[in-house]
């Protein structure tokens, strides 16, 4: 062969640059037969450079006055104080902001009313004289009803809704005055307290409904692309309009993305498009379109009879299950935590309960009782 191993260099003052080629050109040419003869010859080799490179070194710093002894490496491990983990979505739990200041029995929030009935809860934005503005009272609504919905495993479908002409207007431009005589760190946990709040409704176990019997802006965007199923009027409008202002709606970009994807996300925060209804259902903002809000009920009616034939455990397992999964590339850990949420799901005792009523022929416990829409 017109390959031969090149000569190997020196064992005396050889720069590190000389053994890298003749290290490469070995393993190239020794192949997979000679791998031990490689780990035999070369190994020691390079162990002896490292001591070489060592001596260099002690007679370096010891010019410059510093002593290092013999030995002084041996038995040293480096611990880190912290270790960092990195979460997986489903290891994630959504947690609550402050505590609650309202509950259903005894609910005293004037901007937000929440109303309960057999199986099913509305959320109502109720600031028309706004145009339903978010300002503080409001997000402490909507915080409070979650906070009690995530404890209600009665509660099978929550419905997002509004008063007055307009879905929901964005923010309060009273907080825009606030938000600027705010230091760094007071806006970033007003940012993060609004994407909490998101992330709360929109990991509700219930099945989430919003309906849109008007426009929506900026925040109010959010709120809807934070529901499973969005239903609305075909003159309703939606805009996230920050970037005219010089502003980044980064608090709902999150939801937004997760919601119609990268691709559309773009279109409407990048260019502050101003969204008609049919072009948001083509987006994936909007489910499903009607003339008019009195349509709505029906809408409603519809779902609330397809969620009370499903288990509320299963249901609210599968919702999670999404959520956690979507847009994630398929490792083994998302393999794993998938195939884990199966088998627990198989023997849970919805599960048992839905066998036997399969071989019995009979309705299950949870598809005995209605779902009744409020309005």
């Known amino acids: 062969s017109s390959l031969r191993r090149p000569p190997a260099p020196s064992r005396g003052d050889c720069p590190l ?3 890298v080629p003749y290290a490469a050109n070995v393993l190239v040419l020794c192949g997979r037969d000679s791998v031990m003869a490689v780990s035999r010859g070369v190994a020691p080799r390079w162990r002896e450079f490292d001591k070489e490179m060592e001596e260099k070194e002690r007679e370096m710093l ?3 006055g510093i002593i290092m002894p013999e030995g002084h490496m041996d038995g040293y491990k480096y611990m880190p ?3 960092v983990v990195e979460k997986q979505s489903w290891e994630v739990k959504p947690g609550p902001n402050s505590t609650p200041q309202s509950s259903s029995s005894s609910w005293n929030n ?3 009313s929440f109303e309960l009935g057999q199986g099913i809860a509305h959320i109502t934005l109720n600031r028309p004289q706004t145009n ?6 409001m997000m402490q609504g909507i915080h409070d009803a979650c906070f009690e919905l995530h404890r209600r495993s009665d509660i099978r479908i929550v419905v997002l809704r509004a008063e007055g002409k307009m879905f929901c207007a964005g923010g309060d431009p ?6 600027a005589s705010m230091t760094d760190a007071q806006s970033q946990r007003s940012s993060v307290c609004m994407m909490r709040l998101l992330h709360y409704f929109q990991s509700l176990p219930q099945f989430t409904i919003g309906l849109a019997q008007g426009s929506a802006m900026g925040t109010g965007v959010g709120l809807l692309a934070a529901c499973d199923a969005v239903c609305a009027v075909n003159s309703a409008r939606f805009v996230v309009s920050e970037v005219k202002i010089g502003m980044c709606p980064a608090a709902i970009v999150p939801v937004i993305t997760s919601k119609v994807g990268a691709s559309h996300a773009k279109r409407i925060m990048c260019t502050a498009e101003n969204i008609s209804a049919p072009l948001a259902k083509q987006m994936g903002l909007v489910t499903e379109l009607v003339d008019d809000e009195a349509e709505f009920s029906k809408y409603v009616e519809t779902i609330c009879d397809k969620i009370t034939l499903c288990a509320p455990l299963a249901s609210a397992r ?3 299950l999404v959520q956690n999964v979507a847009s ?3 490792t083994l850990k998302l393999i794993s935590y998938t195939g884990g949420e199966l088998a627990d799901v198989r023997v849970g005792e919805e599960a048992v309960k839905g066998m036997v009523a399969v071989q019995a022929k009979t309705r299950p416990s949870w598809a005995e009782i209605p779902i009744k829409p409020l309005y």
């Open 17 to 19: 640059e000389a053994w």
């Open 81 to 83: 104080q912290k270790r």
């Open 110 to 112: 004037s901007d937000v």
């Open 132 to 137: 339903n503005s978010l300002n503080d009272g």
């Open 62 to 64: 010891k010019k410059a």
């Open 174 to 179: 009273k907080s825009f005055q606030d938000t």
């Open 328 to 330: 994630r590339p398929l």
């Open 318 to 320: 599968s919702k999670r």
